[in-house]
């Protein structure tokens, strides 16, 4: 029941490639049965999946799904347990310089230096991922143009607001020309106006430089527009694929009762088992809804409210956990340091 | 690109200029850094020069210098003390404000962010000391140009040596409370008991001086590591050392060696 090239990895990827650049070939990150634990605690248990280079792929999972801990593999600043990863064809475990080169990152939290300037903070940059006094002049000079942070270059980065620190740290992470943008959660704390203003941006530089994009978020909607997603919960990819496909697994529409009486939401139970029932709320995906409202008949009336909707990867994700994503609390433990937290020098 | 003897120094170039232009646009450090010297060597040392040369006991070893002659290469130190340990601040917070997580996700080698961060301190330190050199017209300090590099020397090599302490607690360290208390609780201490700002009698032995002074006081004094950092700056500056100078120069060399070896030991942790 799972979808596309899930654990299946000499499987040519389905997805036609978005990057114009011919040269580039193979997945941009290949995971193959990637297992970690934290102590006892497991929070990857086997990931598989393929993505091609140029998608724009969003990881999707509730908070502690091992989201971070993927991607910390992926950055390699956690280090493989089993398993195999790639990215961009380079084997984390024995090329993690040449990985992380490969790597553009914007973080979850901020991290830019705030008594630099603007273009201190690109420039900094820069040298640590060793590009030139030329080519750093001009990589600044462009990517603040993408994100229209032209004329900002020697403003002082703690006046920015914080969309524009989402920019600048976005244009930073494009700077060294990455084969892979990885954002983790990066729209949190955003109003909605520089959210937006952020997809902008992305979208400019994937088009502009067939850049691929992983995205880790609990929010299904910025998923909604990635070429791939992977819903994970519980250390475990649940489904990977488009995100039409998806839904369109689950049967394209979604039929919700609220307020069902007890002997009807037993009746309904009975004539639909593969419904979800959360208290008295009664939700159930099917091609065709008709067949539901056809069964209820005049029953209808005795149910507070109904609505017919097309599935969204919520309804997904509901249907594979069994959970609402937002009720949802950290089921896997994260550690309580991360791995460039707390005490030491990291 | 990210490899090789060239890319390590870019790195630490990088680390160690990024740690210079922070702590130059840092208002609150300037300030400090000018006003310690000030008020030391004007408020202190003009107010206790009469006493200083009359002596409030019979002194047996005659003075050749005015005392804020004699304190003058003391707060040289004191102004290398404080922005030494001040690095543990700027550690903790690249810890808090996420620039470590752009740097140890980045290419750069362990070692470099270290040693960048070592050696930026330490010029930050050695160049707030150089202030205080600024001074000397002012209270009839010759610096002639020729010891001047021996002079920039020690202090340099004491900033290596307090940069690298600072190192070592901000990696004990979790947060910045209490650290303003803590960084005098240990500094001001370390200073007083240095034959800073008074000296032990020069020309009694240990056991004389102990007479004179609380046994404590004199073990204190020569157990401390400063007060040989003190005494060859002292040399150099004003011509004047209680202490043998093979000594003064073991000690303020052997001290940054064992504070920067822990230190990066701790880091390698």
């Known amino acids: ?346 | 690109m990210t490899t090789g003897a060239a890319y390590y120094w870019k790195c630490l170039y990088a680390i160690w200029s990024r740690e210079v232009k922070r702590s130059v646009r840092e208002s609150g450090q300037l300030v400090g850094a000018f006003s310690r010297p000030l008020l030391w060597v004007i408020i202190f040392g003009v107010g206790l020069t009469p006493y200083f040369r009359t002596g409030l006991r019979e002194t047996s070893f005659v003075v050749p210098f005015t005392y804020m002659q004699y304190i003058f290469p003391a707060v040289v130190v004191l102004n290398i003390l404080y922005p030494s340990i001040q690095s543990a601040v700027s550690l903790i917070y690249d810890r808090q404000f996420g620039f470590f997580r752009e740097v140890f996700a980045s290419p750069v080698p362990r070692t470099a962010v270290f040693f960048g961060k070592l050696l930026g301190g330490a010029t930050v330190a050695t160049l707030q000391g150089g202030l205080v050199l600024l001074l000397a017209p002012y209270v009839d300090v010759a610096l002639p140009v020729k010891v001047l590099p021996a002079v920039l020397g020690v202090m340099f090599l004491v900033s290596l040596s307090f940069t690298a302490v600072g190192l070592l607690i901000a990696s004990r360290l979790k947060s910045f409370e209490g650290f303003g208390v803590f960084s005098n609780a240990l500094i001001l201490p370390l200073y007083f008991l240095a034959s800073s700002v008074f000296p032990l009698d020069p020309s009694l032995s240990v056991q004389q001086q102990q007479q004179v002074f609380p046994p404590w006081l004199v073990l204190l004094v020569r157990s401390n590591p400063l007060t040989y950092a003190i005494d060859l700056l002292r040399n150099f500056i004003i011509d004047y050392h209680e202490h043998a100078l093979t000594l003064d120069v073991t000690v303020v060399v052997l001290l940054a060696v064992v504070a920067c070896t822990l230190s990066f030991r701790e880091f390698r942790r």
Not at chain 1, 271 to 298: C, D, H, K, M
Request: charged fraction near 20%; glycine fraction near 8%; aromatic fraction near 6%.
């Open chain 1, 1 to 346: 029941m799972l979808w596309l090239h899930l654990g299946i990895t000499d499987h040519a990827p389905k997805l036609t490639k978005m990057t114009s650049n011919p040269v580039q070939s193979g997945p941009v990150i290949s995971a193959q049965d990637v297992r970690f634990t934290y102590g006892d605690i497991p929070a990857l248990q086997g990931v598989s999946l393929e993505v091609p280079r140029g998608t724009f792929f969003a990881l999707l999972g509730p908070n502690g799904a091992g989201k971070s801990t993927l991607v910390s593999l992926l950055c390699t600043l956690l280090p493989m347990q089993t398993g195999q990863l790639r990215v961009a064809g380079l084997d984390v475990r024995r090329s993690s310089a040449q990985v992380r080169r490969a790597l553009g990152l914007v973080f979850q939290e901020p991290s830019l230096d705030e008594r630099l300037t603007v273009l201190e903070n690109l420039d900094f940059h820069g040298q640590i991922y060793g590009l030139s006094a030329r080519e750093r002049r001009e990589r600044a000079a462009q990517v603040l143009g993408v994100v229209e942070l032209s004329g900002w270059d020697n403003a002082t980065a703690r006046i920015l607001s914080r969309g524009m620190k989402r920019r600048l740290e976005i244009a930073r992470g494009v700077m060294h020309r990455p084969e892979l943008l990885i954002l983790d959660e990066p729209t949190t704390g955003l109003d909605v106006q520089s959210r937006h203003a952020v997809w902008a941006y992305l979208s400019a530089l994937r088009r502009e430089s067939g850049l691929s994009l992983l995205l880790t978020t609990h929010q299904i909607e910025e998923a909604e527009d990635a070429d791939l997603v992977a819903i994970i919960d519980q250390g475990q990819v649940l489904a990977f694929g488009a995100p039409a496909e998806l839904r369109a697994q689950l049967g394209g529409m979604l039929v919700s009762l609220r307020g069902v009486p007890d002997d009807l939401l037993g009746e309904l139970g009975a004539r639909f088992p593969e419904a979800v029932i959360q208290g008295s709320t009664f939700r159930l995906n099917v091609a065709e809804p008709a067949v539901v409202l056809a069964w209820l008949g005049s029953r209808l009336s005795h149910v507070e409210a109904f609505s017919v909707q097309p599935a969204s990867l919520e309804d997904v994700f509901l249907k594979l956990t069994g959970r609402a994503m937002r009720e949802e609390r950290a089921a896997v433990l994260t550690p309580a340091s991360s791995a460039v937290d707390g005490r030491g020098f990291r």
